[in-house]
């Protein structure tokens, strides 16, 4: 079988010492090898040895076997007999595996309409769970791939919709936005998107056609809202002017926009890059306030602190 049949999953999702209702495979050599076969059990020792050593791209289940994944998942974040901590844990984990898979599809739309059920698991879980939201958001030191990224992204908009009394409808929507927001990226050269050091000239500026790409690609489905395309248009301009693509500033810049430049240059600042060491929550949004203030919506700012005090216990 191709590698297509498959799809990722992370380790630390399957419950160990319970018999796991589908076959887990592992990547060896381009192959795909039997790993765990139906009916098997892990260990939490051997669950754990693995957990340390999973990249996120080793471990497979069958495509045929998707929605029996999903369904285990959906019994973990329901279960009494697991923690709101290991919820977040397993609700994060998986969710990052799906999203990996999304964001190498070639079919956008298949990727916005699969990660509608991801949206809704977040939200209820932040409803349900307000305490464990800061496990939700990678610990430091996680590398800054896309999809790690796109996804605490989303945490942080959705936090910031909530403190800034977004309703249900208002904030799926901004999940969507916010998970989308990289989207063009697609289309810049994978050696720009992981050169260790700053780009040159020529390399900044294919960077900052991402915006555009991004909106071209959103464009060939109408189904999206305006405002989840301005979210990924817009993200980079900037509250006083001078921003890119468009040099719009101020109320003329979406809402969703100006909440994804807040929490995609927090998210950038306090994240493991290839070539910058993250820094400490405290230290980036003291920095946004004061040297890079003028950038963004200043009640979003300020309503971003009541974000990242519920998460501090997680991200610090």
């Known amino acids: 079988m191709d590698t297509k049949d498959y799809f990722r999953i992370r380790l630390s999702t399957i419950r160990p010492d319970e018999p796991s209702p589908f076959a887990i495979y592992i990547l060896i050599d381009g192959k795909m090898i039997t ?12 669950v754990q040895a693995l957990h340390q050593k999973d990249s996120g791209e080793s471990f497979f289940v069958l495509n045929e076997r998707k929605a029996m994944y999903r369904q285990y998942i959906k019994d973990a974040m329901n279960s009494n007999l697991i923690t709101n901590d290991n919820k977040a844990i397993i609700l994060r984990e998986s969710s990052i595996a799906i999203l990996e898979d999304l964001f190498e599809n070639p079919d956008v739309g298949i990727a916005l309409e699969e ?22 958001i990678s610990l430091s ?18 936090g910031l919709g909530q403190a800034l009394g977004f309703d249900k409808a208002m ?6 936005a916010s998970l989308f927001h990289d989207i063009g990226k697609r289309n810049v050269s994978i050696d720009i998107l992981c050169k260790r050091g700053p780009l040159d000239e020529n390399e900044w500026i294919q960077m900052r056609m991402h915006p555009q ?21 817009e993200h980079h301009e900037s509250w006083s ?3 890119y693509p468009q040099d719009i500033s101020g109320q003329e810049i979406h809402p ?29 949004l003291n920095m946004m306030k004061v040297k890079l203030a003028a950038k963004f919506d200043p ?12 998460m501090e216990k997680k991200t610090g």
């Open 141 to 158: 030191g996680h590398d800054f791939y896309t999809y790690n990224h796109s996804f605490d992204v989303s945490i942080y908009s959705l």
């Open 171 to 176: 904030l799926s929507e901004l999940g969507t």
């Open 299 to 310: 009640e979003m700012l300020k309503a971003m602190y009541s974000v990242l005090f519920k």
């Open 213 to 233: 790409f991004g909106l071209k690609i959103l464009n060939e489905h109408p189904g999206l809202s305006d405002a989840v395309r301005a979210a990924c248009y």
């Open 115 to 136: 990660s509608k059920p991801i949206i809704s698991d977040l939200l209820q879980f932040m409803d349900t769970a307000p305490g464990s939201i800061g496990n939700l």
């Open 241 to 243: 002017g001078g921003g």
């Open 256 to 284: 969703f926009a100006r909440i994804v430049a807040l929490t995609d240059t927090y998210d950038a600042m306090t994240t493991q890059r290839s070539y910058n060491i993250p820094m400490k929550p405290t230290e980036a």
């Open 35 to 46: 790993y765990l076969n139906e009916g098997d059990v892990l260990t939490p020792e051997k």
